[in-house]
C-alpha cells in the first residue's frame, strides 16, 4: 500500500482527523456525532460561505463574473452559480482559484487558534476537497465515509431539493469513492441508519485514537 502523506509529529496535543466523502454520503451526519461527543469541527463548507459573503476580493471577482446581481440582501446567489460551474468545467475552476485558497488559509487558522486557546483533543476537519487542497499532509490521520450511488442520489434530492440531472453532475465533479478510500486511514461504509452510522462512527474514530501516537497522546 502506498505511503499516506501526515504531518510529523507535533505534540500540540491536537489530533487531527480529515473527514472526506462524496455529497450525500452521510459525511456531515458523522461530524456532527463527533461535535456532540466534543471534538471541534472545522468545517470547510461553512467557511466557504463566509470567504464568498465576505471577502471583499471574492465578491469583487464574482460580480465581475457573474453580475452585480449575484449578490442579493442574503448574499450570494449560490443556486445561479453553481448552474454554471457544474456545466461549464471552466467556469468552476475560475471559481476555484479564486475561492479555494482563501478557504485553505482559514483552515489554517483555525487550527492555529485552537492550539493558542490550549486545546487538546479531537479536531475534524470536515473537507469533501480535502485531498484536492493536499490538506491530509496537515491531519494525523484521514477518515473517508461512502454510500451506494443511489442513496446518494436519493438523499440530495430529499434533502437539498436537487433534481436527479444536477445531483449526479455534482457527484461527478467530485472525486471516486474509490480515490477516497484509498487515501483513508479508516473508513465508514453508510448503509444503515442514522444510529447504525453514529455508533460505526464511534467505534471507527477510537479505533484511530488507539492506533495512532498522535491519539494517543491527545485528551
Known sequence: ?????????????????????????GKSTVARVFEHDGARVIDADGLGHRVVDEDAAVRAGLINEYGRDIYTPAGLDRARVAAVVFRNPAARERLNRLVHPRIVERLYAGLESL?????????????????????????????????????QLERLQQQRGWSAADAALRLAAQRE???????????????????????VARDTLEALLKTSPAGQGSE
Open 1 to 25: 500500500m502506498p505511503t499516506r502523506p501526515r504531518r510529523a509529529p507535533a505534540g500540540d496535543g491536537l489530533f487531527i482527523v480529515g473527514l472526506i466523502g462524496q455529497a450525500g454520503s
Open 115 to 151: 492550539r493558542e486557546q490550549g486545546y487538546r483533543g479531537v479536531v475534524i476537519v470536515d473537507a469533501a476537497l480535502l485531498l484536492d487542497w493536499g490538506f491530509e499532509r496537515e491531519c494525523d490521520a484521514v477518515l473517508a465515509v461512502t454510500a451506494d450511488r443511489a442513496t
Open 177 to 199: 469513492p474509490t480515490v477516497l478510500v484509498a487515501a483513508a486511514d479508516a473508513v465508514i461504509h453508510n448503509a444503515g441508519g442514522t444510529g447504525e452510522l453514529e455508533q
